[in-house]
């Protein structure tokens, strides 16, 4: 009888998993360097998840800038083509502009998605880019819409505020850019990286590099670019 009652939830369990809708998260940090990290917003979107009743089959983290573009950011395209062809449900991001920094930017992303019957979630304003039955949440559009081009604006204001003071410090005699010496060579990353080097050649994916060289994420997509 034991056995019987432990089959059976087992059964009901992965049943309830198969209906579950499949959704990827994607998360995003801009700096290149290990001080920021990806975790918050994985488990943020991760339990959000779990409260839905929601099975997450894939998490990409990137460590890239918002501005570029998408062939730039490998992860992102990855992550594009994943729930393009694996029959996802959603994809959930924490913000809008992890997917972006301008308007193009994230309405391309999104495109590319809805052609393929997968929505997005963004989950700081709590919207949902289709709707039940698979049409496209027309308010969800406008506020995509809307956010995005703020945000793109903002983003130009920044900028334009940076070169600005860079352009009064350069004039009082400021000057930019890493001193003498303290960029490494090619040949000292090679050897300094060499792990790094081999566990991608032999196919292992980027996360599973960083965790078995101890070293970030960001250093070895820097890496695999630089050498692969």
């Keep these: 009888m ?24 994607y998360a995003r940090v801009s700096s290149m360097t290990d001080r920021q990290s990806t975790d918050r917003q994985v488990a943020d979107l991760t339990t959000y998840a779990e409260k839905e009743g929601l099975q997450v089959v894939r998490v990409f983290e990137e460590h890239v800038s918002g501005a570029k573009k998408i062939e730039e950011r490998a992860i992102l395209a990855e992550c594009l083509d994943y729930c393009t062809s694996n029959n996802i449900h959603e994809l ?12 193009l930017q994230v309405l391309r992303s999104i495109e590319l998605l809805h052609n393929a019957h997968v929505g997005v979630f963004v989950q700081n304003i ?9 049409t496209v949440n027309p308010i969800a559009s406008i506020l995509v819409t809307v956010l995005s081009e703020v945000a793109s604006i903002e983003r ?11 352009q009064v410090y350069k004039a009082h005699g400021g000057k930019v850019g890493r001193r003498k010496g303290s960029i490494k060579s090619r040949e000292t990353k090679q050897k300094e990286y060499k792990e790094v080097i081999n566990y991608l050649r032999r196919g292992y994916s980027l996360r599973d590099v960083a965790r078995l060289c101890d070293v970030g994420i960001s ?7 630089d050498f692969l």
Excluded: F
């Design 2 to 25: 034991k056995s019987s009652t432990l089959t059976l939830g087992n059964s009901n369990n992965s049943l309830d998993k198969m209906n579950a809708k499949r959704v990827v998260i």
């Design 92 to 103: 959930l991001v924490s913000e809008l502009s992890r997917l972006g920094r301008s308007t």
């Design 126 to 134: 709590g919207i949902h880019t289709l709707q039940d039955d698979g």
């Design 156 to 166: 130009s204001n920044i900028q334009y505020r940076l070169n600005s003071g860079l």
């Design 219 to 225: 250093t070895v997509q820097r890496v695999k670019k």
